[in-house]
């Protein structure tokens, strides 16, 4: 059973440039979150989304966006990169939008911006 | 607003030590707190999970309690060994489907 997959693990981008980072979600879930975690710290929430639609937001700018397919699998794509932006972004999903179940995480993707 | 604190922030102990891992969080309205795993450089590996209704969970070597009243969670681990040496992250649902964390607790196992 595949667990969440993101790609790519490692980008090296330069400052002012645009990314896209995907993300698959565990098999059988329908929800999918995006976190920033800058070295040393927590995690910090970006957003969700459910049913192709953004449900949650965090504290980030609009430089910041996704989408979600149909199929579930989700993209985050950050314009105008700072170089503030180099953080490990992680993908979690779940199923459905109820606390009942906790939340699978991916192994991240490592963003430089140089 | 919010707020999750691990602390120590880290933590050193010699192979076969029982530890405890703190976690307090401001806000007593949550629905769960998870705990997580961390290695170096990787993703996080979902530990347990605690509803609020819950007082503990447990999973092999590792317990996890709750006091939503008092905002505090504490994780046990059992007998430890080097291979638990990673950071442990406590994390909070408020509502919605965000999770707040705390920064986390580098635990070093010695042999």
């Known amino acids: 059973d595949a667990g969440v997959t993101q790609s790519p693990t490692h980008l090296i981008k330069t400052r002012g440039q645009q990314v896209t980072l995907r993300c698959s979600p565990k098999s059988g879930h329908d929800t999918v979150s995006w976190y920033q975690q800058a070295l040393g710290q927590g995690p910090q929430f970006i957003f969700q989304?459910?049913?192709?639609?953004?449900?949650q937001r965090g504290n980030f700018p609009d430089r910041f966006s996704g989408h979600q397919f149909p199929n579930y699998s989700s993209e985050l794509n950050v314009n105008a990169l700072l170089l503030g932006d180099s953080a490990l972004y992680l993908c979690?999903?779940?199923?459905?939008?109820?606390?009942?179940?906790?939340?699978?995480f991916g192994s991240g993707t490592r963003l430089t911006v140089v | 607003k919010q707020e999750v604190t691990q602390i120590p922030a880290a933590l050193s102990v010699p192979e076969g030590e029982n530890l405890v891992l703190n976690c307090s969080f401001t806000d007593s309205a949550i629905y769960n707190l998870q705990w997580f795993r961390q290695d170096p450089g990787k993703g996080l590996t979902s530990l347990l999970l605690i509803q609020s209704s819950q007082r503990e969970q447990t999973s092999g070597r590792l317990n996890a309690s709750l006091d939503k009243s008092s905002g505090r969670s504490t994780l046990y681990i059992a007998a430890s060994q080097p291979g638990d040496s990673a950071t442990y992250l406590c994390?909070?649902?408020?509502?919605?489907?965000?999770?707040?964390f705390g920064q986390g607790t580098e635990l070093s196992v010695k042999p």
């Open positions: 989304y459910y049913e192709e639609e953004e449900r």
């Open positions: 979690a999903s779940s199923l459905g939008t109820a606390a009942t179940y906790g939340y699978t």
């Open positions: 994390a909070v649902r408020p509502g919605g489907g965000k999770l707040i």
